[in-house]
């Protein structure tokens, strides 16, 4: 009996182990443990997501600069002849009648204009005198006197000056009753006597002198010696 009671209980013992260990039935009214997974841990937040950037363009390549070109060499051109200015049309003859306020034509059918250009002075007319030595007795029969100067404007140039002259004053009697000195442009004509040059009274002379301009103007002084300078008439020619 003591061997088949020590088998009951090796049974029993193995026949509880069997239970606990394959999970059917409840030992002492206690449930058994379960047997599921604990519950798995709060997973931590994702990472915010950075936004994504707009795609970049690729940088374009910066060219290296272009060497600058090299200028073809100019050709070499002879230097033109300088030009040749053409020359100023010659003056037409400018005469000048003094003493009146009138132009007047000569027996050639040359202008002669009205008194103009002197510096100082009062005019003289003796209008029915006989003046011998000239076909134009118009001109020496008024005159200047007194004056101190003469001046016309003209283009640079050479001229040819012709002064007129005659002695129509009743207060001049003879030689060197008058005398008296002039310059044109520079030539000089000391104590010039009308009535010596003239050979007397009423008696037309010219002096002619040729002169260059330079300065736009032709000029004439008149200095006294005895009585007053005078004069008739003054032309001024244009030379080639």
């Known amino acids: 009996m003591p061997y088949v009671a020590s088998c009951l209980v090796a049974m029993l013992g193995v026949a509880l182990l069997t239970g606990c260990q394959s999970g059917k039935g409840q030992v002492s009214g ?5 047997t599921a997974a604990a519950p798995a841990a709060p997973a931590a937040p994702e990472p915010a997501t950075a936004p994504v950037a707009a795609p970049v363009a690729p940088a374009k390549p910066v060219a290296a600069p272009a060497p600058p070109p090299i200028a073809a060499p100019a050709p070499v051109v002879a230097p033109a002849p300088a030009a040749t200015s053409a020359p100023a049309p010659l003056l037409q003859p400018i005469r000048i009648k003094a003493g009146t306020s009138e132009t007047i034509t000569d027996a050639d059918g040359n202008v002669w204009l009205p008194d103009q250009g002197f510096d100082g002075g009062e005019v ?23 004056m101190t100067a003469f001046s016309y404007p003209v283009p640079n140039g050479k001229y040819t000056v012709k002064l007129h002259f005659a002695e129509i ?8 009753d008058r005398v008296f000195s002039f310059n044109v442009e520079g030539h000089e004509f000391k104590d010039f006597d009308i009535w010596v040059k003239a050979g007397g009274p009423n008696k037309a002379y ?11 103007k032709l000029d004439i002084t008149f200095t006294p010696k005895e009585e007053n300078p005078k004069i008739n008439g003054i032309e001024i020619i244009p030379r080639s």
């Open 124 to 146: 003289y007319e003796l209008p029915d005198a006989e003046i011998a030595n000239t076909k134009s007795p118009a001109i020496y029969r008024t005159e200047r006197y007194s």
């Open 169 to 176: 004053y009743s207060g001049i009697t003879g030689p060197g």
């Open 30 to 34: 206690k449930t058994a443990p379960s």
């Open 206 to 216: 010219v002096e002619s002198v040729d002169v260059e301009v330079t300065d736009g």
